[in-house]
């Protein structure tokens, strides 16, 4: 939408009548991240239907103060698979009154998603992902931890640039085109921007 674009003027806000029948399906994103990249996929109705993966940027290193490799970067290599999930497919949940699951390893990653929180190279990110449910008309409604056995694809996705070079696309999303994800500097982050007075969008219960 425009607000990923930092246009300026208010925002528009759309609900379906859809999502007020449908308000039992589950949009799930399944996310994992390693020292090297971070991956995740989208998954709606039991079917995944979208994925990403990508590596730790040097960009990513000079924005959020950390080393690709180290595993030092883990807990914002998570986050930071969060907040690229949640801007890349935001079409798909911001505007729907939908069941959303954001699954990952750590439990810090989601714990800076649900609070808000975060110091340094995690407190850029926490603030990005405020400022997103603050244009929201819906906020995620759950966020769940589970156990890295069943994140097996976001994992494998999250290590595809791994140095040692022993994972491959698994067959799950063989298929698929994956989602485009964005050179990640500092214009990227929005909260690192001037203000430009947009206006959010008023969020409903979700």
Not at 179 to 187: E, I, K, L, M, N
């Amino acid at each position: 939408g425009d607000f990923l674009h930092r246009r300026a003027g208010a925002l528009s806000r759309k609900w379906f009548f859809e999502s007020y029948k449908l308000i039992d399906t589950d949009l799930i994103m399944a996310l994992d991240a390693s020292p090297y990249g971070i991956g995740g996929i989208l998954i709606k109705d039991g079917i995944i239907i979208a994925y990403f993966e990508d590596k730790i940027s040097q960009h990513d290193e000079q924005v959020l103060k950390i080393s690709a490799g180290s595993d030092d970067a883990q807990q914002i290599c998570e986050a930071l698979g969060v907040l690229v999930a949640l801007r890349i497919w935001a079409s798909e949940w911001m505007h729907r009154r939908t069941i959303l699951q954001i699954k990952a390893d750590n439990v810090g990653a989601l714990t800076m998603a649900s609070q808000l929180k975060g110091k340094k190279g995690r407190g850029i990110i926490a603030r990005e992902i405020a400022l997103i449910y603050s244009e929201s008309c819906y906020e995620p409604r759950r966020l769940t931890h589970v156990l890295g056995v069943i994140n097996c694809v976001p994992d494998a996705l999250s290590r595809l640039v791994d140095p040692s070079g022993n994972y491959t696309l698994p067959t799950q999303v063989a298929n698929l085109v994956p989602t485009y994800t964005p050179r990640r500097d500092a214009g990227w982050y929005r909260t690192l921007q001037p203000r430009q007075g947009m206006r959010g969008c008023k969020r409903r219960g979700g």
